[in-house]
């Protein structure tokens, strides 16, 4: 079973509007959520974390909502650009500095 | 960039040979991870140190042993490699500003015949 939770493989988005991804976990413990983004044939690289103190994270065009009574966290991208195009993928925290990792979703932001 | 390699970036290999996947970083860091990267599946983690031999197993361990005796390397091996090991296969280290951040290396591709 699951317990971070990508529910939509794909998303398309034209150039210059918003991109929401979401992310569910289901593990109430989990206390740092991350996002990682990838590029094909290159390593995953951080884009941006939030605490489970918080309810918002802002970096730039990326921000990060968590509601943790719903379990639920999304990445918002704004304004989107082709350059954003890649998988995205949401993690949680778990022991020993471990992350557990969603199925991704392939963002398209097209011109 | 934690300065980490990982060699070789593509193999191909038969049913049944063992094969190792090394993973050099450079940092210093402590904690070191083998993930591997499945359509559908996500990243999911194989074994994982903390330290010069201290290992111990992720979700999908079975039929992968790993060993560290230097803390700058970290070696994943395949004792009798099977299809279904088949994959995209990440090294990572645990370091930077952020707690939690971890660090990925470029990848390597694994393709058992």
């Known amino acids: 079973d699951q317990q971070v939770k990508q529910n939509s493989p794909s998303l398309s988005v034209q150039e210059g509007r918003i991109s929401i991804l979401n992310c569910d976990y289901t593990?109430?413990?989990?206390?740092?959520f991350l996002w990682y983004k990838k590029y094909p044939a290159e390593g995953p690289t951080f884009l941006i974390s939030?605490?489970?103190?918080?309810d918002k994270n802002e970096d730039g065009r990326f921000t990060v909502f968590l509601n943790k009574s719903a379990k639920h966290l999304s990445l918002h991208i704004v304004p989107s650009q082709p350059g954003d195009s890649a998988v995205y993928f949401c993690?949680?925290?778990?022991?020993?500095?471990?992350?557990?990792f969603g199925k991704g979703t392939k963002l398209s932001v097209k011109p | 960039d934690a300065g980490i390699t990982q060699s070789p970036r593509h193999k191909v290999t038969e049913t049944g040979t063992p094969v190792t996947l090394r993973c050099h970083q450079t940092e210093n860091h402590r904690y070191m991870y083998w993930y591997r990267q499945d359509p559908g599946h996500g990243l999911r983690l194989i074994h994982y140190?903390?330290?010069?031999?201290?290992?111990d197993k992720g979700e999908v361990s079975d039929g992968y042993s790993v060993s560290r005796s230097k803390t700058e390397d970290f070696l994943l091996t395949l004792e009798s490699a099977t299809s279904s090991q088949t994959s995209v296969y990440f090294c990572a280290t645990l370091g930077g500003d952020r707690y939690n951040e971890q660090f990925f290396g470029p990848g390597t591709r694994l393709t058992v015949l």
């Open positions: 939030i605490s489970s103190i918080k």
């Open positions: 140190s903390y330290g010069v031999k201290d290992t």
């Open positions: 593990n109430s413990m989990f206390d740092y």
């Open positions: 993690a949680a925290a778990g022991s020993q500095g471990n992350l557990i």
